[in-house]
């Protein structure tokens, strides 16, 4: 009968051990790089430890530092959530990146520099909005730059980031080349599978390697999420690694290889509309670098512009065979009945190939309006939380339109059932297709995508089609 105790033994053990793999699996990884930080790092590490999330694991990388981070470091090594590593030599963030994530084995991911911070419920909350959105690779929030005392200096507010929280459906990968690199990398959670997948950083990145990573991320998957709450501290200090960085040239030399790569990598298609634009971003780092830049850096430069606009040029022909899809604007603010009647006249549409961009600019709730009168598969609803204006609400809009054509409408304005079969026959014919009609006196503004951002929204162009003004008396 001895075996029958073997194998209760053997039984037990493997029982522990399941428990044990159970047990230890964290849910994140949080990789802190360190270098010459000690000032700072004891904040950053127990901004992570305090953070409400059961299954932590910390995984903090000393680069050779010289200062005394070592002992600061070793005060927290009683913590079992926490693993030390130090470099025997400085290797750089690239490399110190490389190896914090296969160190790492959360199911989620995140790189925070030893000199910035996490508020409470940072982790939580982005682990939440993945967990609810299965779809979504990475989330991300603003952060509040703080100087060397943790006071907040101000709201570090991009030009990329939208007024609202929004949970997949933005083309990320376009975005990142139009707007620069929006998420700063202590702000971000991603998915560590994901993360390994998009490969090792690349070595030829000098300093924006978070930037190549989010597109690299964005390439595979363009569905990001984005709470608009500030739950992060960046530092603003004058040891910051990042000010040699911008100092030198290689701000443009990695701008030119993260939009090669795309261009190289991506389907041509998921920059449509949007060409024009990536080539205005790197003709402004190309004035900002003006001194320093070199003769293969302007060669490269205008190498990638021709490839934008033989991109440009292949899209715009291939949407003249296809049929156009519009997409209709609308900011509304505590107008409901006028809003109405716009809705009920776009949802008579002869011509059905349209979707609905509806921006409520912090009024009262309308969306079940909106749901009564717009097919939901027609329909993106987005709510801000501060009151932004027309022009405002217009662009965050725009972010997520798809359309080739922006039809923007102001509340109250009805169009006849036959309206956009018209103007579509109309722009086809048009020498200058899908540019603008202008020859009425209604607040109506529609024109071709490309050409939106050159236009003052708070004087549209004027367009006659049948359609009528309501003024709600």
Same mark, same amino acid.
């Given at each position: 009968m001895?075996w029958i #105790?073997?194998?209760i ?5 493997r029982l522990e ?5 159970v047990?230890?699996?964290?849910i ?6 360190s ?5 700072? +790092? ?8 305090a953070?409400?999330?059961q299954?932590?694991?910390l ?5 050779a530092? +010289? ?6 470091i ?6 079992e959530?926490?693993?030390y590593?130090?470099?025997e030599?400085n290797?750089?963030?690239v ?8 160190s790492?084995?959360g199911?989620? !991911? ?5 000199d910035?911070?996490y508020y409470?419920? =940072?982790l ?6 993945l967990?609810?959105?299965p779809?979504?690779?990475l989330a ?9 005392n ?5 709201l570090?507010? =991009?030009?990329?980031?939208m007024? !609202? ?18 998420? #700063?990398?202590?702000?971000a959670?991603?998915r ?13 990145i000098?300093?924006?390697?978070d930037?190549d990573?989010?597109?690299r991320l ?5 569905n990001?999420?984005y ?9 603003i ?7 040699e960085f911008y100092? #030198? ?6 701008? %030119?290889?993260?939009?090669?790569k ?15 634009r990536?080539?205005k ?5 190309l004035t900002?670098?003006?001194?320093t ?8 430069a ?10 440009q040029?292949?899209?715009?022909r ?5 049929t ?20 009920v006249s ?5 011509? +059905?190939?349209?979707e ?11 969306e079940?309006?909106?749901e009564s009168i ?7 609803y987005?709510?801000h939380?501060?009151? +932004? ?8 809009a ?5 359309g080739?054509?922006?039809c ?8 006849s059932?036959e309206? %956009?079969?018209e ?5 086809? %014919?048009?020498?200058d ?11 109506l503004?529609l024109? =071709? ?5 050159q236009?003052?929204y =708070? ?11 309501d003024?709600?008396?």
């Open positions: 001895k #105790s073997y194998v033994v053997l039984m037990k053990f051990f399941i428990r044990m793999l047990k230890e699996l964290p994140i990884t949080v990789a802190v790089i270098y010459n930080n000690a000032k700072y +790092t004891r904040k950053c590490i127990e901004s992570v430890l953070q409400d999330v299954g932590i694991e995984i903090v990388l000393d680069d530092s +010289t200062d005394n981070s070592d002992e600061v070793s005060e927290y090594l009683s913590d959530r926490l693993t590593i130090r470099n030599e290797l750089g963030m490399a110190n990146s490389d190896k914090a994530y296969r790492g084995s199911k989620y !991911f995140s790189i925070l520099p030893s910035d911070f409470p419920g =940072h939580s909350k982005a682990i939440e909005a967990e609810e959105h779809e979504c690779v991300y929030s603003p952060c509040f730059w703080v100087d060397d943790d006071c907040i200096l101000e570090a507010r =991009h030009p990329g980031h007024p !609202f929280s929004y949970f997949g459906g933005r083309n990320e990968l376009a975005d990142l080349l139009v707007y620069d690199n929006y998420i #700063s990398p202590p702000a959670v991603m560590r599978k994901e993360f390994v997948a998009a490969g090792l950083l690349d070595p030829q000098k300093g924006a390697g930037w990573m989010w597109t964005a390439q595979e998957n363009t990001f999420i709470l608009n709450k500030p739950t992060v501290g960046y530092r200090h004058t040891g910051q690694v990042s000010n100092s #030198s040239n290689d701000p443009l030399d990695d701008h %030119l290889r993260i939009v090669e795309v261009l190289i990598n991506s389907d041509e298609r998921v920059i449509k509309g949007k060409e024009e990536i080539w971003q790197i003709d402004v780092r900002n670098h003006a001194d830049k070199d003769n293969n850096s302007v060669s490269k205008v190498q990638i512009k021709n490839e934008l606009v033989r991109i040029t292949a899209n715009y291939q949407q003249l065979i296809d156009p899809l519009i997409s209709f604007v609308i900011t509304t603010f505590n107008q409901p009945a006028l809003l109405q009647k716009s809705l776009i949802a008579s549409q002869e011509y +059905t190939h349209w609905l961009l509806l921006v409520n600019d912090a009024g009262e709730n309308i079940s309006l909106a717009i097919p939901v598969t027609k329909l993106r987005f709510c939380n501060v009151h +932004t204006g027309t022009a405002e609400a217009i662009r965050s725009l972010t997520f339109a798809t080739q054509v922006v923007y409408l102001e509340e109250g304005m009805q169009l059932p309206y %956009l079969q103007v579509v026959k109309k722009m086809k %014919l048009s020498d297709a899908y540019k603008y009609i202008s020859d009425n006196d209604e607040d503004l024109c =071709h995508r490309d050409y939106y951002d236009l003052n =708070h004087s549209p162009v004027r367009m006659k089609a049948g359609m009528k003004t003024t709600g008396t």
